[in-house]
């Protein structure tokens, strides 16, 4: 389980003289095993912004330029491929020293000082796969495009991004016992106890419509399923989330989806409270919770058809 110090900050008042490693130890002593603590920005070290002020064709190579790109206080010579480069471009350059992932796949490769096709190439300019960072509106062989927002070359990626965050990741076995813990509100709780420090209690102001349209929930095993709520909002606008709540999911290893996915997906890591979001359209007579028939197959999420057994529980339609 991946646990993030900023958002832990919601709910405890975390001591700024703390470091998140005598954190974690703490934690791994009176709670449950912290297995690392994760410094965000290590990831983006020797990366920065970059603007390309001169770019050429290569020589030797039609599908390759030759972009002479300002970092602040120097220039790099980088060769490059991206389709979508462009003189004037403000680029995510990852430094000598920086280790990236080709193409978004495989094992991390350090950058080195290379020559390319004969042409001597300090750096990278990165595709956002390469770095981590979610790019939905780029090519195949497109690279990060930052000219919108136009920042000063040589800022830190890690800081551009405000990629300042610090992740405790938890050995989930050791929490088996203690389902309280399966949340930040949990873990702040907990955290708040063992450092001494004020604990912030949730507040809520959703207030539960008493009248209105109803869904139908029969729960037919409730020893492995006590209780199952179901609730219909209408009027729902699906579209890509909040910034602040894209942060804090990709922080604790969460893929994104859309705001309905990611709102389930965020109360369930906040409270440890498991949620689902149905398409009311597709649910036929309300939701059953119950177990498998023998034999039975259902396709998930990755497309491969699994077949159940009997002691596994389902929550479907009818």
């Given at each position: 389980?991946?646990?993030?110090?900023?958002?832990?900050k919601?709910?405890?008042?975390?001591?700024?003289?703390?470091?998140?490693?005598?954190?974690?130890?703490?934690?791994?002593?009176?709670?449950a095993?912290?297995?690392?603590?994760?410094?965000?920005?290590?990831?983006?070290?020797?990366?920065?912004?970059?603007?390309?002020?001169?770019?050429?064709?290569h020589?030797?190579?039609?599908?390759?330029?030759?972009?002479?790109?300002?970092?602040?206080?120097?220039?790099?010579?980088?060769?490059?491929?991206?389709?979508?480069?462009?003189?004037g471009?403000c680029?995510?350059?990852?430094?000598?020293?920086?280790?990236?992932k080709?193409?978004?796949?495989?094992?991390?490769?350090?950058?080195?000082?290379?020559?390319?096709?004969?042409?001597?190439?300090?750096g990278?300019?990165?595709?956002?796969?390469?770095?981590?960072?979610?790019?939905?509106?780029?090519?195949?062989?497109?690279?990060?495009?930052?000219?919108?927002?136009?920042?000063k070359?040589g800022?830190?990626?890690?800081?551009?991004?405000?990629?300042?965050?610090?992740?405790?990741?938890?050995?989930?076995?050791?929490?088996?016992?203690?389902?309280?813990?399966?949340?930040?509100?949990?873990?702040?709780?907990?955290?708040?106890?063992?450092?001494?420090?004020?604990?912030?209690?949730?507040?809520?102001?959703?207030?539960?419509?008493?009248?209105?349209?109803?869904?139908?929930?029969?729960?037919?095993?409730?020893?492995?399923?006590?209780?199952y709520?179901?609730?219909?909002?209408?009027?729902?606008?699906?579209?890509?989330?909040?910034?602040?709540i894209?942060?804090?999911?990709?922080?604790?290893?969460?893929?994104?989806?859309?705001?309905?996915?990611?709102?389930?997906?965020?109360?369930?890591?906040?409270?440890?409270?498991?949620?689902?979001?149905?398409?009311?359209?597709?649910?036929?007579n309300?939701?059953?919770?119950?177990?498998?028939?023998?034999?039975?197959?259902?396709?998930?999420?990755?497309?491969?058809?699994?077949?159940?057994?009997?002691?596994?529980?389902?929550?479907?339609?009818?």
């Amino acid at each position: 389980m991946h646990i993030s110090l900023d958002w832990l900050k919601d709910f405890v008042n975390i001591k700024k003289d703390l470091d998140p490693k005598d954190l974690g130890n703490l934690l791994t002593l009176k709670t449950a095993e912290v297995e690392a603590v994760i410094e965000e920005s290590r990831n983006f070290e020797n990366m920065v912004t970059g603007k390309v002020i001169d770019l050429k064709k290569h020589p030797d190579a039609d599908k390759l330029k030759i972009a002479k790109t300002s970092i602040g206080k120097e220039t790099l010579q980088i060769v490059c491929g991206g389709q979508n480069l462009k003189e004037g471009m403000c680029v995510a350059v990852a430094k000598i020293g920086a280790k990236i992932k080709w193409h978004g796949k495989g094992d991390l490769v350090e950058m080195k000082k290379a020559k390319i096709r004969g042409v001597e190439s300090s750096g990278m300019i990165c595709a956002g796969e390469e770095i981590g960072i979610e790019d939905p509106d780029a090519g195949e062989h497109d690279i990060l495009d930052l000219s919108a927002i136009k920042p000063k070359p040589g800022t830190p990626l890690a800081e551009f991004f405000k990629k300042d965050d610090v992740i405790l990741e938890f050995d989930n076995k050791s929490l088996t016992h203690r389902p309280d813990l399966w949340g930040h509100h949990g873990i702040a709780r907990e955290v708040a106890v063992i450092t001494n420090s004020k604990f912030k209690e949730l507040k809520t102001e959703v207030k539960i419509p008493k009248k209105g349209e109803s869904v139908k929930v029969d729960v037919k095993d409730t020893k492995l399923c006590p209780r199952y709520c179901g609730l219909i909002i209408n009027n729902i606008k699906v579209q890509g989330s909040p910034h602040w709540i894209q942060k804090r999911l990709k922080a604790t290893g969460h893929g994104l989806h859309n705001n309905i996915v990611d709102v389930t997906n965020y109360v369930m890591i906040e409270l440890g409270q498991p949620m689902h979001a149905f398409d009311k359209n597709y649910i036929k007579n309300g939701i059953v919770v119950r177990k498998a028939k023998k034999g039975e197959k259902i396709k998930s999420l990755d497309e491969k058809e699994n077949t159940l057994t009997e002691n596994m529980l389902l929550i479907a339609d009818h």
